[in-house]
């Protein structure tokens, strides 16, 4: 990612690990559905529909990872609320989903959805209003988080609120948010959120074919994300936001307006989120307040930190290896899940400050070799996403 | 007025003289009048068993309101019945002796509606108007408030004769008030009786008052109770506002406990501490295991449990808090966010670790006497005694923790090392007890909170999850790093939430202040006391 090129996807030609990464996506998108079409169920290679639908479920949080990753590890904005953008996205299209259940809803009502009915509603709110074209659930799915991110990010950025400040604002937000969601006069269907849903442009909803297509929607979604994300960190606007990373305010000395480098990554990053969480809703079936929950989003940040920082590939693998340690502990040793996951967060902040992926040698050889370049460049080696910031005790 | 003298005369007897004839009669009589289907019938007997000022009286009402009248279907003979098992205990009412049992198809309840059900509370409590208990006076007065039977008003008269509490006589005031506002056939006397009950700011006599207000036949009675309820609905009003501003003193109260320890892990050392709530968590396990401990082994020292619980708590959380800061945050110094992971990770574990030990589910912890009960001030206005502990210990914590940080030698070192660490390490300052001592402190103090919060909220390992947000609110609100800030902070958070809820409900509330104070930091990015100077610019 030396020497910007005009030749398309030039931005991943240098990038060996997204290379790896793409080639492993690609391989368990065609592997996944020929071994649960093709392969007899006796087999042991068989892969079960639940199975799918877990997977598509891991790619979907990888792709959130990914989000989280593109503004912490590029841009040093560590969000703790990013969990509200995944689940903006996916109350959008679980209302879309729930427009589609039409007249088959316990109360059969042809508008409106059961929880309304049963909370005696007449008609239906005004925000519902388009949600039952899919196209406009999809707009929105980018447009609800993008717009909120816009919002925070254009309030957050411009009073320079940074650092730890913003962390404990964003995750404000997302316990605002909660408890929005939580009352059931939002219309939102309050506790128990969106259910039940039936079918999801036309196809049923559970069926298996189904939930091949939702899987390879999903590793695409992840694809797209890895590939706009690379796109961004390889552009000079890219360079701009490992500048501001760094170094903020000798990168606004510069006379670059930090602002609007970081709201235009918050929002892309926010979008991805919403993404995630509309394919993640058809392929659980519910969403729910408890998303907005803070604890989830906090989560989400160690995915990234234990996969590595910087990297989105990193992000990825961190995503999916907690999950599915999260699925077999819950099920096999539930007591213990909290102790791994919370030893997990101290481990790695302490013994291993660039996750896995920036560990392993074969993934940092590259970077050596870059590094005395970046030297050169920047006043900061840029495998460092975090140096130790100047705090006061270290001022003479 | 004859008829007046007549009826206390006849009470008199009542009391005095159980066994006068006629009084016995009657109320034997009437007792088997209660059989009868009609209400009107049962309303009348009721009324001449009240009347007949019967020893046994009482006992026999309290039974008929409580649904333990029966008749016995064989001779129709009225019983009182107290279920026992499968069977009833069955007591003659008239000569107070057991009289064996009965299984409940042998028996036919005695049935009343609310009507009757209002007539017997008066009743009821013209009965006990005279007790010697006290506080079955005052039970008695309001139930006769209530009632507003004008045949109270002999027994009203004369117990308040006899009334020497004042806050009984005042109670009896009112309920003879508002008999006579109600009751009385001279509308000079009603306004007398309607400007007596303008002095009562309690939302029953304005219920009361604008009955009268609109219901009332004489004109001038309408326009007396109009302005006696003009009158009583300001002080209500005002009432209202101090109640609200306790609410929210004590609202927050609790998040100066909670945020205190914060402040001084974050505010002073700049350590993100998300294990914050789990310390506090902590203290409030510590009072379940102290009380518990007390309980087993010395009952008589319960009420002291909490003075014991607040030591405990601190030496529990302060020693846990050193633990973490030496085997964790003291690798992390300068790097918060990474701080605020791994601590995150210690609070899952801690969470996890109380749910090994103690169970998922809440733990009871008690409340001393001392603390349980409630003063009530006019109008409604009541203050129970566990907020009014908590609001005081509260302020002595952030006094305490002033105090510590001013005037103490390990203030000073502490505030040279937040200062200038190296300059401080060169003056002979050991930097690294310091910091473990800091985080300490705010450990332990966390742990304090946690004793008092232990009275109010659920003892469960998610109580910590509760308020970090809310802590970090408070501090970041009232500025990092300044004391003061945190103390008006939390109190202005928990008073603004207090007077938003009557208007848009809890939790639209909440989600107001919190919007609030994230426009808020977009405004003062360093809260609403920033410290000024070189120290805040890392």
Not at chain 1, 52 to 60: A, D
Not at chain 1, 95 to 119: K, T
Not at chain 2, 521 to 537: H, M, N, S, T
Request: aromatic share 10%; hydrophobic share 50%; proline share 4%.
């Amino acid at each position: 990612m030396t020497q910007p090129s005009n030749a398309p996807f030039s931005f991943l030609y240098q990038d060996r690990g997204g290379q790896i990464f793409l080639s492993l996506l690609l391989a368990v998108t065609l592997l996944v559905p020929i071994l649960n079409v093709a392969v007899s169920p006796e087999s042991a290679l068989h892969v079960p529909s639940y199975m799918v639908s877990l997977l598509g479920k891991y790619l979907c949080f990888a792709l959130l990872a990914l989000s989280v990753d593109l503004i912490w590890g590029f841009a040093g904005i560590l969000s703790l609320g990013h969990g509200a953008f995944f689940a903006l996205g996916g109350y959008a299209m679980g209302m879309h989903l729930m427009r589609q259940i039409g007249d088959r809803g316990v109360y059969g009502d042809p508008v409106l959805p059961d929880f309304m009915v049963f909370l005696n509603w007449q008609e239906l709110p005004w925000y519902w209003y388009g949600f039952d074209s899919f196209a406009f659930a999809a707009v929105m799915v980018l447009l609800v988080p993008g717009a909120l991110a816009f919002l925070f990010g254009w309030f957050a950025f411009r009073s320079r609120v940074t650092g730890v400040y913003l962390s404990i604002i964003t995750q404000a937000m997302t316990y605002a948010l909660m408890l929005a969601f939580f009352r059931n006069d939002m219309g939102f269907g309050g506790n128990n959120g969106l259910t039940d849903f039936k079918d999801i442009l036309g196809y049923d909803i559970q069926g298996d074919g189904t939930r091949l297509a939702l899987f390879v929607a999903s590793a695409l979604a992840l694809a797209l994300g890895y590939g706009v994300g690379r796109f961004i960190a390889a552009s000079r606007l890219g360079r701009v936001l490992v500048g501001v990373r760094d170094a903020e305010s000798r990168t606004r000395f510069l006379g670059y307006r930090v602002e609007y480098y970081k709201l235009f990554v918050f929002c892309v990053s926010a979008m991805l989120a919403g993404i995630a969480g509309a394919l993640y809703v058809p392929q659980v079936g519910i969403i729910n307040p408890s998303e907005f929950a803070p604890a989830n989003s906090i989560e989400i940040v160690i995915w990234v930190a234990v996969g590595g920082r910087g990297t989105l590939y990193g992000a990825v693998l961190g995503a999916i290896l907690i999950n599915y340690g999260k699925t077999y502990f819950t099920g096999a040793l539930p007591e213990a899940w909290l102790y791994v996951l919370g030893s997990l967060f101290i481990l790695v902040t302490l013994f291993l400050p660039k996750g896995l992926v920036g560990s392993l040698p074969a993934f940092s050889l590259p970077r050596k070799q870059e590094s005395p370049q970046a030297h050169a460049g920047e006043d900061k080696p840029s495998d460092t996403p975090h140096p130790p910031s100047p705090t006061s005790e270290a001022r003479p | 007025m004859v008829f007046r003298m007549l009826s206390v005369l006849l009470l008199m007897g009542g009391f005095l003289i159980p066994t006068v004839a006629f009084a016995a009669g009657s109320f034997e009589d009437a007792l088997a009048n209660l059989n009868s289907r009609k209400f009107k019938d049962k309303q009348q007997a009721i009324t001449r068993i009240a009347e007949s000022g019967d020893a046994r009286a009482l006992v026999t009402l309290e039974a008929l309101l409580a649904g333990q009248l029966f008749t016995r279907k064989s001779d129709k003979k009225v019983l009182i019945g107290e279920k026992s098992h499968e069977v009833y205990r069955l007591t003659d009412p008239l000569t107070g002796q057991e009289t064996g049992q009965a299984p409940s198809k042998e028996l036919k309840k005695i049935r009343i509606n609310n009507k009757l059900r209002g007539l017997l509370r008066g009743a009821i409590g013209g009965l006990t108007l005279l007790s010697p208990d006290p506080d079955k006076r005052l039970a008695a007065a309001d139930a006769v408030f209530k009632a507003r039977s004008a045949d109270m008003v002999p027994v009203l008269e004369k117990a308040l004769q006899r009334e020497e509490e004042s806050q009984i006589q005042e109670r009896l005031a009112r309920a003879l008030a508002a008999i006579q506002a109600s009751h009385n056939q001279d509308p000079a006397q009603k306004v007398i009786a309607i400007d007596q009950l303008s002095h009562y700011s309690e939302p029953d006599v304005r219920a009361l008052l604008g009955n009268i207000a609109q219901n009332d036949e004489s004109e001038i009675v309408r326009d007396a109770a109009q302005k006696a309820l003009e009158r009583v609905e300001q002080d209500l009003a005002r009432w209202a506002l101090l109640g609200n501003l306790f609410q929210g003193i004590s609202l927050g109260s609790v998040l100066l406990l909670a945020a205190v320890g914060l402040a001084i892990t974050f505010g002073v050392m700049g350590v993100i501490n998300m294990a914050h709530g789990e310390l506090v968590m902590l203290g409030a396990y510590t009072t379940f295991v102290v009380q518990d401990v007390i309980r087993s082994a010395a009952p008589e020292l319960f009420e002291y449990s909490l003075f014991i619980a607040i030591p405990a708590a601190f030496i529990v959380a302060g020693s846990v808090g050193m633990l973490i800061e030496r085997s964790v945050i003291r690798y992390l110094y300068g790097r918060p966010l990474e701080t605020l992971l791994a601590t995150w990770g210690l609070s899952l574990i801690l969470q996890q670790f109380m749910r090994t030990l103690f169970g998922p589910t809440n733990q009871e912890v008690g409340t001393p006497d001392w603390m349980s009960g409630f003063v009530e001030i006019t109008g409604g206005l009541v203050l129970t005694y566990n907020r009014i502990a908590i609001i005081v210990f509260s302020l002595f914590v952030v006094l305490l923790l002033a105090l510590i940080l001013r005037k103490t030698a390990f203030g000073l070192q502490m505030r040279a090392v937040t200062q200038n660490r190296p300059m401080a390490a060169s003056m002979g300052i050991r930097t690294g007890v310091v910091d473990m001592m800091t985080f300490g402190l705010g450990a332990g103090i966390a742990g304090m909170a946690g004793v008092a919060l232990s009275q109010i909220d659920n003892v469960s390992p998610n109580l910590g999850q509760t308020y970090i947000i809310d802590s970090f609110m408070v501090v970041v609100f009232g500025g990092v790093g300044n004391l003061w800030g945190t103390l008006v902070g939390a109190f202005s958070i928990g008073i603004v939430n207090k007077f938003l809820e009557p208007v848009s409900g809890a939790v639209l509330g909440k989600i107001i202040v919190l919007v609030a104070i994230i426009l808020f930091i977009q405004k003062r990015p360093r809260g609403l006391f920033a410290l000024k100077g070189r120290a805040v610019e890392s």
